[in-house]
């Protein structure tokens, strides 16, 4: 007996969905673990201020921090920017931007302002100096989420990303490390191999590091 089109679709649809990114997987994802993330998040530190350092920001700058989650990287930027900069946050997930905005509120950040929604979709407010992107692999995979961002930063701006990516060859068993991970943070695994390059095309002489054993990605340009 055939199946109806709808059921032959389905093992296809369950396929495709891992080279995707999907925005009801994210959320999902990121409701269960907004009451743990930073912890989470804590092994990925010298990353997150290698990165942050990359952006060369100075007093007075503004940035978007996009899908900034819980507002991790608030404190540091904020210390660069002073309180004659701004920070935008761009966040999806409900359960992690009220935690970004305790955070923000708990340090009386007043120059700090938040966005609910998808980065491809997000009303951002400032042309900034400039952005970044910390383990934000579902978005990298999204170029019209890119696209928005870089057409509300200034010519010459900085974007830096950050993220996870499969190994290199000479260290492949880590490989299982950044699976395992993936699967907790992202509803995607395409691209994996170079989460950067949708950026590339967008920004001029795109240097790249790697860090904890080639499991995680640097890359930093300026804007076109």
Known sequence: MDLPPDDRSQPFQRLTRWFTPNRSMALRQYRSRARIYDLELALFEPVRRRAIDLLHLKNGDRVLD??????????????LVG???????IEQSPEM????????????????????????EA???IAADAALFHFTHDIMRTPSALANVVSHLK????????????????????????WNAAMR???????????????????????????????????????K
Request: aromatic fraction near 6%; include cysteine.
């Open 66 to 79: 996009v899908g900034c989650g819980t507002g991790l990287s608030f404190s540091a930027l904020e210390g």
């Open 83 to 89: 309180r004659k900069g701004s920070i935008v946050g």
């Open 97 to 120: 931007l009220e935690r970004a905005r305790a955070r923000a509120a708990e340090n009386r950040w007043k120059n700090v302002a938040l966005i609910s929604a998808s980065v491809e």
């Open 123 to 125: 009303a951002i407010p």
């Open 155 to 178: 010519p010459g701006a900085r974007i830096v990303a950050s993220g996870l990516k499969w190994a290199p060859i000479w260290a492949m068993p880590l490989n299982v490390l950044v």
């Open 185 to 223: 943070s992202t509803s995607t695994i395409e691209g994996l191999t170079r989460p950067w390059s949708h950026l590339e095309p967008l920004v001029s002489g795109l240097e790249l590091e790697q860090m904890l054993g080639g499991t995680v990605y640097v890359a930093s340009g300026v804007v």
